[in-house]
Nanobody, 127 residues
Framework: QLQLVESGGGVVQPGGSLRLSCAAS????????FGWFRQAPGKEREGVSC????????FYEDPVKGRFTISRDKATNTVYLQMNSLKPEDTGVYYC????????????????????WGQGTEVTVSS
């Protein structure tokens, strides 16, 4: 069984940066992906970015494109999300996930099965 543990959340001013980490331990599926979702208060969970275990290909949702960067350290099985130029609308709980990333109509499909979730780390962007 795979376990995902996120860290790196916090409170930051608009325009600031944070780096989230997701440490994976256990069985990793070589054909699957790692990625990040977020959930703002009162809103549904939405995709942010994913990275393929096969070829390190990446995908970003439009609201974060050019500001966020996803990467993976295969030696330590750690996935990172570097977040720059943060905006108040980036506020939410960020969840790491391991699943087969699927993009539908330009959006990351939020899985309801066959997915491993981390416990989440909270990000607050506020002045």
């Amino acid at each position: 069984q795979l376990q995902l543990v996120e860290s790196g959340g916090g409170v930051v001013q608009p325009g600031g940066s944070l780096r989230l980490s997701c440490a994976a331990s256990g069985l990793i599926l070589d054909y699957a992906s790692f990625g990040w979702f977020r959930q703002a208060p009162g809103k549904e969970r939405e995709g942010v970015s994913c990275i393929s275990n096969i070829d390190d290909g990446t995908f970003y949702e439009d609201p974060v494109k050019g500001r966020f960067t996803i990467s993976r350290d295969k030696a330590t099985n750690t996935v990172y999300l570097q977040m720059n130029s943060l905006k108040p609308e980036d506020t939410g709980v960020y969840y790491c996930a391991h699943w087969v990333c699927t993009v539908v109509s330009g959006r990351i499909y939020v899985p309801t099965e066959n997915v491993i979730w981390g416990q989440g780390t909270e990000v607050t962007v506020s002045s």
